[in-house]
């Protein structure tokens, strides 16, 4: 099993840009969430989806679009890249039902917007 | 609001020896669950130690242990035999029983001096 895999991870957009952070997993979690992790914050939820077809915002949802077409995979979508979306972007899946262990992490994208 | 707070944004550890990591959160939950996960240079997230809030008995994993105070919600982890590979990012989280958020602190950076 590959677990959550996110591509790419690493990236360089100029400001007004759009582009999509691709994460998939192969353990037929039900839950996942987008997390942006930036210094001296820790991590921050920007979307999650419970299941297919079924997504909500965050903490920090502004700027971001997602959906969840299949259980595989939660893309999230950014539509005008923005300095203040400078930051590191986790991926992370669990299965549904109390969280007892946590969610499962991708290793991250690093996005840059000059 | 659950809010998580680490009081020790950094820490070193000689290698062989003890350290412990505070982790303190508000809630007004009863029933919910903590986590600490390591982030090391490679930035990928991983799991260290799990505690359901309505297991009074604290959480062990080799040489990974836990304090938890529920009435002071109070969360240390102990790191035993401290080992080179253990210098990385540390987080406390916390996560309601029925819920898909993660509550992050802010990270402890630890270092284990050979």
């Known amino acids: 099993n590959a677990g959550v895999t996110q591509t790419p991870k690493f990236q360089v957009l100029k400001t007004g840009q759009s582009m999509t952070l691709q994460c998939a997993q192969d353990?037929?979690?039900?839950?996942m969430s987008w997390y942006r992790q930036d210094p001296g914050m820790g991590l921050r939820l920007i979307h999650y989806?419970?299941?297919?077809?079924?997504?909500d915002q965050g903490e920090v949802p502004n700027g971001y679009n997602v959906s969840r077409s299949t259980t595989e995979d939660f893309p999230l979508r950014l539509l005008s890249a923005a300095p203040s979306q400078t930051s590191v972007y986790f991926c992370?899946?669990?299965?549904?039902?109390?969280?007892?262990?946590?969610?499962?992490f991708g290793s991250g994208t690093r996005l840059t917007v000059v | 609001a659950q809010t998580v707070t680490q009081s020790q944004p950094e820490m070193s550890v000689q290698e062989a020896e003890t350290v412990t990591l505070s982790c303190t959160y508000d809630t007004s939950e009863s029933n919910y669950y903590l986590f600490w996960y390591k982030q090391p240079p490679s930035r990928q997230m991983i799991l260290v130690i799990r505690q359901e809030a309505y297991k009074q008995q604290n959480a062990t994993e080799n040489r990974f242990s836990v304090n938890f105070q529920k009435a002071a919600k109070s969360f240390s982890l102990k790191i035993s035999d401290s080992q080179l590979g253990d210098t990385a990012m540390y987080f406390c989280?916390?996560?309601?029983?029925?819920?898909?958020?993660?509550?992050f602190g802010t990270g402890t950076s630890l270092t284990v001096i050979p």
């Open positions: 353990m037929n979690h039900e839950y």
């Open positions: 989806s419970v299941g297919a077809g079924i997504t």
């Open positions: 992370a899946s669990r299965l549904s039902g109390p969280p007892s262990y946590g969610y499962t």
């Open positions: 989280a916390f996560m309601k029983h029925v819920g898909n958020q993660f509550y």
